[in-house]
């Protein structure tokens, strides 16, 4: 199983950070899934890789530390393909994400940290 992780503080609003974090994934072929107040899960959308390709991504809000101003989300996006390969599809799906998190226009990328 592919298994990538990412730590996102971003400067956005906890009002409604939940709907831009929803437009950004669906903006990367991601379909929500499964939605709560600090819990967020998408799955890549069917028909471009094998069933055992898709990705499917898990977002983390922390509550306990967000303010109106700040926002820190810990990421998981994996699949059950064996990477085999560096360059393998969940990687490169978590590079998608990843590069999109940090261009968003509606937040400011404070801080970042991938593995």
Known sequence: MARYTGFFKVAASVNNFQQLLSELLESCNFNIIYQTGDYL???EIPGKVAYHQLVTVEV???KTTATNQEVQMNFV???EEL???VDNHCYQVFNQ???????ASCWKLIEVTTS
């Open 41 to 43: 899960m998408a799955r």
């Open 83 to 85: 990477p085999l390969q």
């Open 97 to 103: 994400v990843n590069q999109a998190v940090q261009d």
């Open 60 to 62: 983390l809000v922390d």
């Open 77 to 79: 996006i994996k699949n």
